[in-house]
């Protein structure tokens, strides 16, 4: 079955902790992205990727890291999370104009 | 940069009855413009899009048109059943560099009453 998959799917974790969101496509998409959903300001992109060791920042990347060693795998790096950093986050993979979400990440930073 | 307007951001409506969500797009170097459907727990997945250089198209149930001059698109469902409950999400996109960027707007939660 074609998907993105992201782990964990809910996360608590305390400020400055550092830690990773895996994402993981198997599609063979070119393209991947990481977006965050905060109420009321529907989905900002964080970070994209137009193949593997080639990245970019998008709208909001403040506070964030990525890679993009293989194809796959996109994973998204808070190295010293903030409480404003509580959101909702979605991997996405794309062919095309076409995106595919992944089922989402809820983090919460205390 | 693109800016994204979404009108409204809830609704309600009878099942059976039809919903509108309007948005706005300010860079006319958009052309392509995907709409989306988030059910709850679940990530937005694609359910119909529209191309600059068409201004009306219909899958079953949904339909999207487009105005370019005025910036503006649409999304139509007919005959609203509760499946349709969900949060919706316009997007206007263009090519950057190789890569389609996008912006979305900032959803419509849509809920069809029995």
């Known amino acids: 079955e074609a998907q993105v998959t992201q782990n964990p799917r809910y996360l608590i974790t305390v400020t400055g902790k550092k830690l990773t969101v895996t994402c993981s496509q198997n599609?063979?998409?070119?393209?991947m992205s990481w977006y965050r959903q905060d109420p009321g300001l529907g989905l900002r992109q964080i970070y994209y990727s137009m193949n593997v060791e080639v990245t970019d920042k998008g709208d909001v990347p403040e506070g964030y890291k990525v890679s993009r060693k293989e194809k796959r795998n996109f994973p998204l790096i808070l190295e010293s999370p903030s409480p404003n950093q509580t959101s909702l986050y979605f991997c996405?993979?794309?062919?095309?104009?076409?995106?595919?979400f992944g089922p989402g990440t809820r983090l919460l930073v205390l | 940069g693109e800016n994204v307007e979404q009108h409204p951001s809830t609704l309600s409506v009878q099942e059976g009855d039809s919903a509108v969500i309007k948005c706005t797009y300010s860079d006319s170097a958009s052309n392509y413009f995907p709409w989306y459907k988030q059910e709850l727990g679940k990530g937005p997945q694609l359910i119909i899009d529209i191309r600059s250089n068409v201004g009306e198209k219909k899958d079953q149930r949904i339909a999207v048109t487009l105005n370019k001059t005025a910036k503006h698109f649409s999304l139509h469902i007919t005959e609203t059943q509760p499946e349709d409950s969900a949060v919706y999400f316009c997007a206007a996109s263009w090519d950057s560099g190789g890569y389609q960027k996008v912006t979305f707007g900032i959803g419509t939660k849509l809920q069809v009453i029995p």
């Open positions: 599609m063979n998409h070119e393209y």
């Open positions: 996405a993979s794309s062919f095309a104009e076409t995106q595919y």
